[in-house]
């Protein structure tokens, strides 16, 4: 038989308290969550010493708060130990069969986990969790510690693989200890509201399994480190998570960019200044955005490098702390190392490359859309040139028509009357007829010539209609000025000609 003396599982389950950027709203709500993994009767003082800003450790309630439960089968007692760990809560939940001198079968710790997740009224940790499993083998017990490990691993996590889930193993106290562990994020290709939870399977266990009573009693002085050290463990784990969400999400950004690109290329050769400018206005906004997200992917990064260092602090402390307490055992907690590896191995590097792809992506991106804009910028700047000049063209035209005289100044014309040849000066009391008027001589187009001492007379034609005289001069003015603008505009082509050619003229040395 697989049996185990007072089989005991500790839950270690972490909760994100506050997230940078976030207010006394987000931080009620995620207190109100954590809140629901306790006993009613504990949420009144539950956040009494949570008053300060930053902390790295606060023990939340003044005592431990402990239970007891009645079962045929298996009594249980366990109790409640909440801390707040800088801007994460922990709770250490921890619950045993209340037997210390009877071996209990390995499938006890299935009655165990349902006990503690009917506690935790089944909520799921926000960041990750970390089981516990230990005990003392009888000394009767002729079986292997690893294949009780095996079935003890098999109640808590039924259908798991323990050889595809086992990191490691090693000797702590003079117990043995395996460590094993399932993670892989499941991200849908979409995007969609989604939650680490959700994409995330984390499973952590740790199997101790103490030699003798006196052993286990010493392990309890240690459970606080194993608080930490997991917590740091699961916020790496977490910052990588997040990172993952945040480049899917850049790389759907960068697919909104690409889009935008196109229109833009559609729309730039029509010079459609107003729908180029709503064209760029929107592709900035998806440059910008994807800055900011590139700029967290690469907080997420150094979230991860403090939380790996504090790890493995954390891990060292406890190995120096080992000699201490029992100086004739060979302890080996190396096994617990290759998570550093792995996450500077995998997880750093995998965000530095990406963070370094994403950069060269959005320089090229800002590359091509400046050189868009620049050339939008230059053609319109051009359309505004060409309408300027326009306009001081047409003003030099009008200008130049203004000093033109006006046809009501022409609206006489002088006819010059000849006297006959016989060179004597004869009086004119004739009317004479003007071509451009009616031929009624009572008509204002009838003038008799005056007199004049002078070789010949001149007669004086009236002007047209006066309905007609509006239409003369706006039609006059207007040649004037079109003539006028027209020479202007050649005056400047040839000038601008000029210009350029001057360059080209060879300097007498």
Known sequence: MNDIIYPTLDLFTYDLRNALGEGQEELQRNRDFFKKKLSQDLHEFLFQRDTVFEDDYIELLPKIKKFETSSETYPLEGYYYPVRLNDMYGLLLDCSVNNQTEAQPA??????????????NHQPATIGQTWIISGWLPQSEANSPENIAKDCYKALMPGSSWERNLEGQGQFLGAKIFELSHYRLVIPEAESTTTIQTIQENQ?????LYPDKATAEKSARFYHHWLRLFSYR???LWAYAQSRLLKRTIKN???????????ISQNKTNYQQEKLSDLLRGVQDSIKAYTIELYQLEFQGGIIEINLSNYQKRLERIQERLPVVEEKTEDNLSFLDKF?????????LQIAKDSENLKRILKLQEDTINAVRSRVEVAKAQRDRNFQDAIAILGVGWTVASFVPSPDDLSETLILYNPPL????????????CPNRGSDSSSPAFSTPPASPGIGAFLICKSPEPWIKPAIEVTHKLSVALVAAALAWLLIR????LVKLIPLIPKKK
């Open 422 to 433: 016989s060179g004597e000066l004869q009086e004119v009391n004739s009317p004479i007829y």
């Open 340 to 348: 550093t590896k792995l996450v500077k191995d995998k997880y750093l």
């Open 234 to 236: 699961h916020k790496v």
């Open 107 to 120: 499938a006890s710790f299935k009655k165990l986990k349902a006990e503690i997740e009917q506690r935790l």
């Open 204 to 208: 952590h266990v740790i199997i101790i």
């Open 253 to 263: 950004r960068y697919y909104e960019i690409e889009e935008d690109k196109q229109s």
């Open 494 to 497: 040839l000038w601008l000609g």
